[in-house]
Nanobody, 114 residues
Framework: QVQLVESGGGLVQPGGSLRLSCAASGIIFTLYHMAWYRQAPGKQRELVATITSSGSTNYADLVKGRFTISRDYVNNTLYLHMNSLKPEDTAVYYC????????WGQGTQVTVSS
């Protein structure tokens, strides 16, 4: 019954911005650490950013200064604000929720191309 539903992906030009959303249900949102991962074709899934249940954040070096992870406790939603997007950011982006176990969303495609 746990659901993590990503949205907001799409096609954007280099240098553009995009906001991804992850709507969580079936979990007590405040008790979970949340994270964004991404996977490009032919590559392994990699961690993009994390946010703890208390709101502390960490970022992968490749996105630090460009991406911002946040969470809305009222609407049980995780966000990823992406700025200064590069073609290398093209990937399927996945939302995850971690406590005693980890749950995953289905992913949303982000394509950065001219």
């Amino acid at each position: 019954q746990v659901q993590l539903v990503e949205s907001g992906g799409g096609l954007v030009q280099p240098g553009g911005s995009l906001r991804l959303s992850c709507a969580a249900s079936g979990i007590i949102f405040t008790l979970y650490h949340m994270a964004w991962y991404r996977q490009a074709p032919g590559k392994q899934r990699e961690l993009v950013a994390t946010i703890t249940s208390s709101g502390s954040t960490n970022y992968a070096d490749l996105v630090k200064g460009r991406f911002t992870i946040s969470r809305d406790y009222v609407n049980n939603t995780l966000y990823l604000h992406m700025n200064s997007l590069k073609p290398e950011d093209t990937a399927v982006y996945y939302c995850s929720a971690q406590n005693s176990r980890t749950y995953w969303g289905q992913g949303t495609q982000v394509t950065v191309s001219s």
